[in-house]
């Protein structure tokens, strides 16, 4: 098939050179860029922005690599397949990065631990995550262990922060907020959920706040009675 097609290629190269004074180059200049994939978050028009600059380049000059730095060069762009269509397209595979959670309130961290920043945030039921400048592996590596230790609960977790000094602490989406310090973190989880399966599932909207920094308990605040 390679074969058939830099055959066919050059056969274009001798026609074109015979019919016209334009430089091959020229003759096969890409006036198409065409978009292949599943897309749930990428938009089609914005890929076409984004590829662009490989419009008017020649099939025969441009490099598959230098072609796919461009594409990986989209945001939600995790891997892609790149073709050339003679004469005159560039076929483009998209496969695009999954969401599994939000770093702070622009940005998406995907399956693979890749920071996305897209144009627009898409509104999805997903975790949100916050800590400092460059910690979005260590605070995405805690949410996987925090994960597993509420596997076999109600309990969900709304955000995850870990504060600049190292501490940690859990909104769940039942709204209540954990404290969970600097040290044995999962730990002091576990202790809380024994406390919480024990005593207070059942009294969640008289709940302000939870300090699980104890060693042997946890401190519950309480709204107050009006």
Known sequence: ??????????????????????????????QKIEIKGDFKYAVEDDLQADFSSLLGQS??????????????SSEWVA?????????????VLVHEYTPLAYWGDRQLISTSAVVITPREVPELPL??????EDSSGVVLEQFGLVSQVLAFTSLRVA???LEPRGAWSIVFTNG?????????????LQRFIAVYKSDLSGRIDQIT????RYPHGVAVGWKKNK
């Open 1 to 30: 098939m390679r074969m058939a097609a830099l055959i066919g290629a050059v056969l274009l190269v001798l026609v074109a050179s015979f019919q016209s004074n334009d430089s091959p180059d020229t003759w096969f200049a890409i």
């Open 59 to 72: 099939l025969l000059g441009v490099s598959l690599s230098d072609s796919l730095v461009v594409v990986l």
């Open 79 to 91: 891997s892609a397949e790149i073709r050339k269509v003679w004469p005159n397209t560039l076929q």
């Open 127 to 132: 975790t949100k995550l916050y800590g400092p």
């Open 159 to 161: 955000t995850l922060t």
């Open 176 to 188: 209540v907020k954990v404290k969970l310090g600097r040290e044995e973190i999962l730990e002091r």
């Open 209 to 212: 706040s939870v300090d699980a």
